[in-house]
């Protein structure tokens, strides 16, 4: 059982910079695998760091032994509106945490909105 929580979104001018943060809890003992989503009105989820348009402006980081996933996004612009979710799952040899099918994730956050306005 994991619990995640994410904090940091809002709303801003396109250009501006955010930094999201994804904290989980769970059994120590564990090992997770955490990964971003994004996903906007009408359209599909997608994993941020697999998203062309968002190289060379976002920067993810992730701790996992403290458990924690940060999410650095600069030079916003409105595309990048969505609500942002943080996903975790129990790490798996067999399944590399670069992999980023949303249905491999059984944890999800309650997710942080993000806005951004031209």
């Known amino acids: 059982q994991v619990h995640l929580v994410e904090s940091g979104g809002g709303s801003v001018q396109a250009g501006d910079s955010l930094r999201l943060s994804c904290v989980a809890s769970?059994?120590?003992?564990?090992?997770?695998?955490m990964a971003w989503f994004r996903q906007a009105p009408g359209k599909e989820r997608e994993a941020v760091a697999d998203?062309?348009?968002?190289?060379g402006r976002f920067i993810i980081s992730h701790d996992n032994i403290k458990h924690t996933l940060s999410l650095q996004m600069n030079s916003l612009k409105p595309e990048d509106s969505a609500m942002y979710y943080c996903?975790?799952?129990?790490?798996?040899?067999?399944?590399?945490?670069?992999?980023?099918?949303?249905?491999?994730?059984?944890?999800w956050g309650q997710g942080t909105q993000v806005t951004v306005s031209s």
């Open positions: 996903a975790g799952r129990i790490a798996d040899p067999k399944t590399p945490c670069g992999r980023h099918l949303p249905s491999l994730f059984p944890y």
């Open positions: 769970g059994d120590p003992r564990n090992r997770y695998c």
């Open positions: 998203a062309d348009s968002v190289k």
